[in-house]
RNA sequence: GCGCCUUUAGCUCAGUGGUAGAGCGUUUCGUUGACAUCGAAAAGGUCGGAGGUUCGAUCCCUCCAAGGCGCACCA
């Protein structure tokens, strides 16, 4: 339209999400994603973000988190309070490195052929890059957080602050060294937590062996060179004539031995024969007996799976092998009596690789879940009742507490119930691992008289106890959740000294995560911030689901249907991306995302343009005034009404974080009245020279009302619209510079 | 073993104590200015089954069926 006298006022009739970066370098130019900024704000509001785990590129779980924060954070600053949403990275210690050492792997290195400090280095580069792309990935989802308050898990501060929660709960008896089975993963060479763990169902052999005058029954003969002691139930009338610590001379695999008789109820009557032999060092249920009983225990395989001297010939082989030619062993010396193919069980395997896990008792460090805290640790914040409840309470009946008292809401009644159920059967964790890529466990140990040594500022030169100069460092790190689990009192406690963050900003009101991560972090959390603060680290939990392709299928690179967030923000923009992901979500429910979603919500994106398009044509040199003051129609108040209406609606929602009905609210009202009736109807009325000022108006007024509610959803078509009314004049002087901070 | 969840239109999912909604899809019609990334209209559901509470249930309770998930775990 080259004739057209006012071309550049003519805006393009697709919106174009080529623009979106230029919006969000404006908004941070701003300065307002930092809440100390904002004007005249009110009460702090807070989400810590959930850090990104800085080894990976994002997916479209980050678009998720992305998403349902930022609606909330720019929701809440809209609505006068100081947002503040906190951004940050994780170094997730084994999970980083697992991808690390896959890399090497490629690479036809391995760890194990490095020094650690080379590794370390390594993986340090690898996550800083990650944590650019991160970031850049982030701000594309139009994140409003504050940059100028990003951490990373590893900063100097933070670890800080890490030490100093050990070192308290180590003076309390809450961490400790602990010599027992652990679940070691061959394949990684590091224990496990339990939760990281997973219990696969396999189908095996079952043997059945003489053993002395007994017939005993296992699935896993490599593992029973040195089993001395036959366990069986006190009650059971078979094994009557035997008594507990009888000693019988018995042959076995590698030759005669003295056998024990053992009673202990661990040993069920319906399985096998009742009787069964133990391998305390390879068993958690066998330890279990062992100490009961006081017993002695062998290790029988080593930390490679090999098996060890004391299996003879077989010393050496790997256990898997080893299997078939013990029993053939046993067979030959007529211990064999029976074998069951059809043995079904589950195994214990790394969550990871799927490495099956060898149990093998080791010292590690562990956290009381259950022991009561000592009167000297904090407890201030506790609520009266909830301390008088539990009595001395446990780290777990803090967490427990806070759910029952209502200072921890998680926002699904589901979710809530899983959380209990877990926390009911809570067993303590073991926080040590025998990786690299971590935060060091701050303990040296004298190695002339074995004490333990806390030293969190690396000082210690020698032994206070007997005084050796002879020290050695724990080689060991922290679980990742050991530090992240600190992250929200953490993340606000090492920002700049007199910046008031802590004080200011905590407890936060929002933590938005998955439900996936529930055990992992938000539990960790709790207890950690009641423990440290004497707080709830947080007053509600919104936990998310998984997003999954068209067919419910989990994304996987396995699989090859991962979608990139940042090649759907390409084709269709973000705000289409952001609407597509809350549109019809209930809060903890899984989200299958078709493209066909993600383009119908482009559409709405570029229905909405075309809405604006409209109104700012048909109200060229129009400014928005109060129209009550010159009497409007009837008509202006109804519509204007429905708009305050439907804001009511929006503001109950959202405070309720029902997120997806908000979306369909204003879904519907936009498409439906406002365009498909109202629009239609200015049609004729705009015709009219006697309510064609009112009308206009009315538009006007409707559309700045509705791109409002609609910000925190669509931030970027909403801002653009309202840059476009404010060039032409349309806006009175006193709205603010951006729709992001313009209040509701 | 302990516990949790789901079952609503062809598909994917919202939702409510008073006889149901959206997106996508399907059918018919309609294009000289907001938008074909559109408009007008239509078809399509006894809200898994049985029983109960209620004046009234898809929504509350019980049982059943199918599917899914979490935790724990016996040699």
């Known amino acids: 339209m080259a004739d057209t006298p006012d071309r550049d006022r003519t805006l393009p009739p697709q919106y174009d999400p080529a623009g979106e970066q230029d919006i969000y370098t404006l908004w941070e130019r701003s300065g307002y994603f930092n809440p100390d900024k904002l004007p005249d704000a009110g009460e702090p509001y807070t989400i810590i973000m959930p850090p990104p785990n800085a080894n990976a590129p994002l997916h479209l779980g980050h678009a998720l988190f992305v998403t349902v924060e930022d609606i909330v954070t720019r929701y809440q600053r809209m609505r006068g309070r100081k947002a503040l949403w906190l951004p940050g990275f994780d170094h997730a210690g084994f999970e980083t490195q697992v991808v690390f050492e896959k890399k090497l792997d490629k690479e036809g290195r391995s760890r194990f052929g490095m020094q650690r400090e080379e590794f370390y280095k390594e993986v340090w580069d690898f996550v800083q890059s990650n944590k650019h792309l991160s970031e850049h990935g982030l701000k594309r989802l139009g994140s409003s957080c504050d940059w100028s308050r990003a951490m990373f898990t590893l900063d100097e501060r933070i670890v800080k602050i890490v030490y100093e929660t050990f070192a308290m709960m180590y003076r309390d008896g809450l961490v400790y060294r602990g010599n027992r089975t652990c679940n070691w993963c061959p394949k990684h060479q590091t224990n496990l937590a339990n939760l990281e763990t997973k219990y696969e169902e396999r189908t095996d052999t079952f043997y059945y062996f003489k053993y002395g005058p007994f017939t005993i029954g296992t699935a896993r ?10 366990v069986m139930h006190p009650d059971d009338e078979r094994y009557k004539d035997y008594v507990h610590g009888q000693k019988l001379e018995i042959e076995w695999i590698n030759g005669p031995l003295t056998a024990t008789v053992i009673k202990d109820a661990a040993a069920e009557m319906e399985f096998g024969t009742g009787a069964m032999t133990i391998t305390p060092w390879h068993s958690a249920v066998d ?75 080791m010292p590690q460090w562990y956290m009381a879940m259950t022991k009561p ?25 803090m967490a427990v507490a806070a759910i029952e008292k209502g200072e921890v809401e998680i926002v699904t ?24 890529w971590g935060i060091p466990i701050p303990v040296k140990y004298c190695e002339d008289c074995n004490e333990i040594i806390l030293d969190i500022e690396d000082k210690a030169a020698a032994c206070p106890k007997c005084g050796s100069g002879k020290l050695r460092q724990d080689p060991d790190t922290f679980d990742t959740w050991f530090s992240s689990g600190q992250w929200p009192f953490a993340a606000l406690m090492a920002q700049k ?64 249907n991962v979608v990139d967030p940042l090649g759907v923000i390409d084709t269709h923009g973000t705000d289409a991306l952001r609407f597509a992901l809350v549109f019809s979500t209930a809060a903890g429910n899984d989200i299958p995302l078709a493209e066909d979603k993600i383009k119908g919500m482009r559409h709405f994106a570029n229905k909405l343009w075309n809405i604006a398009r409209f109104v700012l044509a048909n109200a060229e040199g129009i400014q928005i005034h109060d129209i009550e003051a010159d009497g ?20 109950l929602h959202l405070d309720a974080l029902r997120l997806h009905e908000a979306a369909q609210e204003l879904y519907q009202f936009v498409w439906y009245e406002y365009a498909d009736k109202y629009i239609e109807e200015s049609k004729k009325e705009l015709q009219d020279e006697v309510s064609k000022g009112f009308r206009q108006q009315e538009l006007l007024q409707t559309l700045l009302e509705l791109i409002t509610l609609l910000h925190p959803f669509m931030p970027f078509v909403t801002e653009t619209i309202y840059q476009e009314m404010r060039k032409r004049g349309a806006l009175p002087i006193e709205e603010p510079e951006f729709l992001m901070i313009r209040q509701w």
């Open 287 to 361: 330890f279990d007996i062992a100490r009961r009983h006081n017993l002695a225990m062998e290790q029988i395989i080593d930390l490679r799976g090999k098996l060890l001297p004391i299996a003879q010939e077989f010393a050496g082989m790997k256990i898997g092998e080893a299997r078939s030619k013990i029993v053939e062993k046993l067979k030959e010396k007529g211990l064999f009596v029976e074998e069951k193919t059809d043995y079904k069980h589950n195994v214990q395997t790394c969550y990871k690789c799927n490495t099956i896990i060898e149990p093998q008792v």
């Open 373 to 397: 805290i000592p009167s000297s640790a904090t407890q201030d914040g506790l609520p009266a009742e909830a301390l008088a409840k539990a009595g001395r309470p446990s780290l777990r009946d």
């Open 221 to 230: 003969p490599e593992t029973k060179f040195g089993d001395k002691y036959v």
């Open 632 to 651: 409007g129609t009837l008509e202006a108040f109804k519509m204007i009404g429905r708009v305050a209406r439907l804001k009511k609606e929006v503001i």
């Open 413 to 436: 009644e589901r979710f809530r119930k899983v959380f209990m159920h877990w926390m009911e059967n809570l067993e303590d964790w073991s926080i040590s691992r025998q990786i690299w």
């Open 497 to 560: 000294e007199g910046q008031k963050d802590f004080e200011t900003y905590f407890p936060t009101q929002l933590m938005e995560t998955g439900w996936d991560i529930l055990f992992f972090w938000v539990a960790r959390m709790i207890m950690f911030s009641y423990y440290r603060t004497g707080k709830p680290p947080f007053a509600q939990v919104y936990l998310h689901g998984l997003v999954r392709d068209k067919d419910r299928q989990k994304m996987s690179k396995s699989k090859g």
